[in-house]
């Protein structure tokens, strides 16, 4: 008999939501990415997300899990319009434990003829010990092969200033507690501003998650925050209902229109994360 | 609303006759057959009761541990622990963690479905 975490690492029995990130400038909106998001086996405990990964940390089976989910997502990304961008998430502790991930994701990208450049990693990471220099290595190569790196939840628990610096980031996933109710709420809205400020002076530029209605969305243009992912936008779903609403092309039947693609400055991010490597580890 | 009670045993068809017997005298039942599984659903849904076995797969006193985790979370939620062992210093141990009753293994549906509704009632 299976046990359970043994049914959780066959990819055929995860499911792959996609929910889109939008791009919102001067009143115009369009897809600008997809976050996958991993939902456990039908009829078990685990079909919600959260309660998937809390079970997952608690067994201590990041790294096992993490590949299992980018098995999951290769194979549904392969059904993709080829421009789409694909965030995907992973933690920091698998990414800083030498587990092999890396060349794991590589492996799997390349094997379903997908291309590296259409990723974007988001770090998440729930438990305070990290190797920093191995996780710094991990994160060298994943740019280098032109993977971006999102740290996620900016702002809650370990997404703190220190991965900020460790990780140096592309972008910055401001979690939803901030910014649900940003327009009734000046001190949010200060911590919002803050973080796009920080963002800008560490190249970085912010996703805002959890907006919950168009006073929200309106006070984050204000402050310049252009990049927005809420369920007022569109919800998780599988990728055929995104399709059916013509949120994502079918690439079968729709000739797809390459989205903009958002340069990025040309910054050193090798000499940023040498530095951090000379930390050692999380304590 | 419908009771919530979490049933934690790692015999799997064990689990499924509980399911079932709780389910039809109108409780609504999560199964886990770890302590893990039961220590992540007890951290996202508030049960009223738990009935743990005390032996959890390779752990011979997992469900102590299952007590003490329910006791972390919520002072409100009665245990009743199911144990074939029937060392008194065991259940001295179960009690002083929090458990509220005990019941030896193996246990007959009916009896146990008594000293369910006897520790429900009780909290009401």
Redesign the interface.
Known sequence: ?KS?LETILDPMALSVCFQPIFEIRGGTKHIDSLEALVRGPRGT?FT?A??LF??VR??KAEAAVDRTCVAAICNAASRLPVETRVNVNVHAATLGHGSGFVEFFKRHVKERSLSLDRFTLEIVEHAPTCNVPQLTDSIIELRDSGVRIALDDVGLGQSNYRMMLDCHPQYFKLDAYFVRGLAGDSKRMAVVRSLVALAGMLDSVVVAEGASSEDDLLRLAEVGVTLVQANILCPAMPLEELQRLGHVPDPKVVAYAAPRQRPFRAVDHREHLRMAAGQSFYT | MAEKILIIDDDEQLLGAYREYFSESGYEVDCAQELEEAQTLLAHFPYSLVITDLRLSKLAFGGLEVIKHVREQSLDTRVIVLTAYGWPELKSEASAAGADSFLKKPARLRDLGLAVDKVIGAKA
Request: net charge positive; glycine share 0%; no cysteine.
């Open positions: 008999m359970i405990n919600r959260d309660i809390d079970y608690r067994k």
